[in-house]
């Protein structure tokens, strides 16, 4: 009944809302829909995660027979993650064709920040599907009305400010919510600079490029990158490599391809971040007997050695980690050379030399 009652109010808000006057409209929002959003944010966060029972139908071989509830609708709070779903959704569609209406409406802009309070947590701490409906939201309403020129520029800002401030806040290891939500902002922020390029300049340029790099960073950090097999690349590291010949700088600010470059060669490990990674893995693959390993303390007591089990499983992961953080650079490389070959002719000169550098001392792992 509840998710029905939503379905309706959007359904109509959505098909008849062209027709509704401004102080219908305000009335609208301010008493159902941004209410709405907020008691369903809140019932999602605190609802039961306890599983229920379904009403027992009767005895077979005098056992219970219960009726069965689907998994995705076994507990409260599942059921609270639809209907805020449902509620994310209608809020998008609504702002996906009537956006230069409302922003006419009087407080608009207060109501846009309780949303992107809202998105936010809901990015990093809803179900999956809480949080990509969540991206979906913000982007879908970005990057239709970016192209037909009607995103003013503190709308913008505060979706990257959103986003970065996801990335800065969400756990660098693998939480399979997080991990699809952080995919979907990459794509968007592809996306929305193919869209948008005239209304990004230095300034948001340089932070697009700093989300990114935080991808990258928490990706080579997290355990995704330990559990990534052995030849390939986390799918963060994917999305990236996918978005980055996308962000290529407008004529307008020739100057940001060596902002871009010299982004790209931050990916490349630096001489002495390869002479550690070797020296761990030699470490971690000598002869038993010397791998005991101990911690000096000031009064002299070391500490127990590590047993053989633990040293088999830190050398693998180390082993892992090595090569599963090598072979994002090497996949890097080509790229490099040919987003450098699109640069214009003055940059191209400035950064080749630093390129050339970068990659003759650039060692594969062996």
Known sequence: VRNSAVRTLFQTLGSHGQKLSKSMWEDCLWNY??????????????????????????????KAVHMLIHHSRNTAQKQ????LVLVLNGISRILR??????????????GWESLLI????????????????????????????????NLPMPYLTSVLEVYEFVFQRSPSYGVNSTSKAKQEILHGLGELYVQAQSMFDSQMYT???????????????GSENVETDIGNISPIQRTVLEIL???????QFSSLWLILLREILHYLPRPDESLRSEEEVKRT??????????DETPNGIASPSLSKAELDSHSSKTKTMCISSNVFPEKVIPLLVDISLQAP????????????????RYKPFS
């Open 207 to 221: 932070q697009l490029l700093a989300i990114i790099h935080l991808a990258i960073k928490q990706s080579m950090m």
């Open 285 to 294: 693959n000598a002869p038993d007997g010397n791998q005991e390993t101990r």
């Open 118 to 149: 809202i998105v936010k947590d809901s990015i990093l701490n809803g179900s999956k599907e809480v949080a990509l409906a969540a991206v979906s939201c913000l982007q879908t309403t970005i990057v239709s009305h970016s192209l037909k020129g």
């Open 245 to 251: 010949p996308l962000l290529r700088p407008t004529e």
């Open 33 to 62: 829909v941004f209410p709405m959003l907020d008691q369903a944010s809140h019932m999602a966060a605190t609802s039961s995660k306890d599983e229920w029972r379904g009403k027992e139908l009767g005895t077979r071989g005098g």
């Open 80 to 83: 609270w993650d639809e209907t």
């Open 345 to 360: 002719t003055v940059e191209k000169h400035i950064i080749l030399p630093e390129i050339v550098e970068s990659l003759g």
């Open 97 to 110: 064709s009537l956006f230069p209406f409302l922003r006419s409406l009087s407080n608009f802009w207060s």
